[in-house]
């Protein structure tokens, strides 16, 4: 059974860092890219940002309202995916869900259960 | 960039009836150089992540139901639920690479 388990998230004051990490289990982790999707309250989905397999040189790509301040990064050894988040704004306030991206499809296969950031001013 | 627009943003639909949800995007999304349609369907239920229901715009995703189905091509794309049942209340989403729609949200009538 796949399974993505996200932890890490909190309460953080704006401007701060936070690290959130996706453990993952039940596939092959390092032939998945992986992607962090998040959702404000009450909201819809946006795309954060996603890693490419180390076959594809593990670059990664951002959207524009995180480009420069977060940071995907991946431990295939581990099976676990990270993003830190830096210099955070209230808006960044959301669910961050790690997902699998399937390369074939180009779509969001897997989810994790998410884990809520708070980002106070 | 592709932008994905959703309509209606709400539907309320008697159980056993169809629901039909809309998804259309600012570009095509067919790739001519393998003819697929990467547009994807999601259900998202309270409380829980999106699940995948339908890839390249008309291939169900294992376990789903067939009474979920998708259709179009191009830039004009539908999803249906031909016989609602209580369990599909949720928000639906379309989604192209790396941009999602707004989100339906169905409901029972």
């Known amino acids: 059974e796949v399974q993505l388990v996200e932890s890490g998230g909190g309460l953080v004051q704006a401007g701060r860092s936070l690290r959130l990490s996706c453990t993952a289990s039940g596939f092959t982790f390092g032939e998945y890219a992986m992607s962090w999707v998040r959702q404000a309250p009450g909201k819809g989905l946006e795309w954060v940002g996603f890693?490419?397999?180390?076959?594809?040189?593990?670059?990664?790509e951002y959207a524009a309202s995180v480009k420069g301040r977060f940071t995907i990064s991946r431990d295939d050894s581990k099976s676990i995916a990270y993003l830190q988040m830096n210099s955070l704004k209230t808006e960044d306030t959301a669910v961050y869900y790690c997902t699998g991206l399937g390369e074939a499809t180009q779509t969001f296969d897997y989810w994790g259960q998410g884990t809520l950031v708070t980002v106070s001013s | 960039d592709i932008v994905m627009t959703q309509s209606p943003d709400s539907l309320a639909v008697s159980l056993g009836e169809r629901a039909t949800i809309n998804c259309k995007s600012s570009?095509?999304?067919?790739?001519?150089?393998?003819?697929?349609?990467?547009l994807a369907w999601y259900q998202q239920k309270p409380g829980q992540p999106p699940k995948l229901l339908i890839y390249?715009?008309?291939t169900r995703e294992s376990g789903v139901p067939d009474r979920f189905s998708g259709s179009g091509s191009g830039t004009d794309f539908t999803l249906t639920i031909s016989s609602l049942q209580a369990e599909d209340v949720a928000v639906y989403y379309c989604?192209?690479?790396?941009?999602f729609g707004q989100g339906t949200k169905l409901e029972i009538k």
């Open positions: 890693i490419r397999i180390k076959a594809y040189g593990g670059t990664t």
């Open positions: 989604q192209h690479m790396y941009t």
């Open positions: 570009q095509s999304v067919l790739y001519s150089s393998n003819n697929k349609n990467y």
């Open positions: 390249w715009a008309s």
